[in-house]
Structures are given as C-alpha cells and as structure tokens.
C-alpha cells in the first residue's frame, strides 16, 4: 500500500509538472512584416457633400512588432505593437470630379507612421500551428489633398483594425505568418477649403502581410 501510495504521488508530480510547463507558444517575440494594400478614399468636403477623386491605396506596407504570447491549453492569447510605413497614392494633375478636380497639382494620400496596439486571440493546432483573429487600436500620421493649394496638410488620425491569420512554428526559433487586415481611421481631416471649410478623404483599406519573428 505504501509503495503504491508513492507511486500515486510521483505520478501526479509529473502530471502537474506538465500542467504548468509553458507551451510553444508561451514566448515574447519581434519580427518584420510586408505585404500589399487595397482601398479608396475619396477625397473633398464630406460634411457638404462635395465630392472630388477618388485616391485609391493599392500599394506596399511595412512594419515591425514586438508581443508577448501566453497559451492555456490549445488557447493562445497575447498582445503586441506594431509600427508600420506606408501605404500612398496618387492621381494625375488635370483629373476633375463632380465638385473638387486635381487642378493645382495631383491628388494624393499617405497614411504614414502607422502604430498599432492590438490583442490577439487564437488556436493552437498539433502545437505548430496558430489561427488566431486579432483586433486593436491605430494612431497615424496622415498627408495628403490637392498639391499647392490650402487642400495639402498633414494631420493625425485614430481608428481600429481588425485581423485573421495564421502562424506556424518554423526552426531556429522561427515563426512565419500570413494576415489579411482591415484598417478604419475614419474621416481623414486634411486642408481646408478658400472658404473655411474642411477637406477631407473618407474611405478604409485592408493589408495582406506575411512576415517573420523571432521567439526568444
């Protein structure tokens, strides 16, 4: 009885031991992305219902992030921030629209120095593999209008993302994902008009990015 009794113990040891013991996804992390965007702003005086072009964002994306993953189970769940460059458009001068035309220069767009602070929530899969949806807040650094005119300024813009992906374990410390994202930052204040009134660009824009981190 008493061995037995022992034997119990040793066992339930090793069964906590393992409970406890982090997963392969219990890790902080850094790592570099790049991929493709697609979306439209419209630019003009949304708030009068003045409409100019349309500025379409179907360019390149870049950034870094850092986080923190935790697992309980298959559950994986962690947070992170991002820092992103780009993306930008641009329509040729002499281009006219219903009430706003590209007539002093192009019309054009930046979403700059992009920062996003998200929480990500997923699924561990044989251990290697990671699906997870994700969802945070951006803060960005907007420039854009009709050049050479009042309509051309700078300003900052916040607004949530929204994204899915999926994650897989690689060697060396490795992991390689791939993300389809949704990017809000609402009404995009720009210049203003001759008159006083705000010129603006309306629209969103999604990213596909794959990228790598490093687990450490």
């Known amino acids: 009885m008493e061995q037995k009794h022992l034997h ?5 040891a090793k069964c906590d031991w393992h409970a406890s013991d982090p997963g392969p ?10 991929g493709t965007t697609s979306g439209s702003y ?12 349309d500025v379409a964002l179907d360019g390149a994306l870049f950034g870094l992030r850092a986080g923190r993953n ?9 947070v992170e921030i991002e820092g ?19 007539t ?14 998200r929480g990500r929530l997923g699924r561990s899969f044989w251990g290697t593999t990671l699906v997870y949806g994700a969802a945070g807040i951006g803060v ?19 607004g949530p993302n929204f994204g899915i992906g999926v994650e897989r374990i690689l060697p ?35 990213a596909l990015r794959v990228g790598v981190n490093l687990r450490f």
């Open 25 to 34: 996804w219990d890790n902080f992390y850094m790592g570099i992305s790049g």
């Open 84 to 102: 992103f460059y780009g993306p930008s458009g641009t329509i040729d001068q002499g281009t006219a629209a219903p009430d706003w035309s590209c």
């Open 70 to 78: 935790t697992s309980r189970g298959d559950t994986v769940f962690g």
């Open 8 to 12: 119990d113990c040793s066992a339930a």
């Open 104 to 117: 002093t220069g192009e019309c054009n767009l930046t979403i700059e120095n992009m920062i996003v602070a």
């Open 172 to 206: 060396e410390g490795l992991t390689g994902f791939v993300e389809l994202t949704a990017y809000d930052f609402g009404v995009l204040k720009l210049g203003e008009t001759d008159s006083g009134d705000q010129f603006d660009a309306v629209g969103d824009f999604k």
């Open 42 to 53: 419209q630019l003009g005086v949304s708030e009068l219902d003045e409409v100019g072009p």
């Open 140 to 158: 960005a650094t907007v420039d854009g209008g009709i050049e050479n005119s009042s309509q051309q300024a700078t300003s900052t813009a916040v």
